[in-house]
């Protein structure tokens, strides 16, 4: 993993950051998730990862995928 990955999306549940996930490899666009959740007490957040040099089109994918586009 030599390339930069920056956080495009934070999610509080595990699904919601796999279908953000999905929807950003279906775009051709490379993502990792990062469980950053505790896990005895579910607290904490799922960091969704893309390249640096895809950041820009990722972020516009979530958010037409967040305002129903």
Do not use: H, T, W
């Not at 956080?7 to 950051?17: D, F, I, L, T, W």
């Not at 929807?23 to 007490?41: C, P, Q, T, W, Y």
């Amino acid at each position: 993993m030599d390339e930069k990955y920056e956080v495009a999306y934070r999610a509080g549940k595990m699904y919601e950051a796999e279908l953000i996930k999905g929807l950003l490899l279906e775009n051709g666009i490379e993502a990792v998730l990062m469980n950053k959740r505790d896990s005895e007490f579910l607290i904490g957040d799922v960091e969704v990862l893309v390249p640096v040099e895809s950041m820009q089109k990722a972020l516009e994918l979530i958010n037409k995928q967040k305002n129903g586009e």
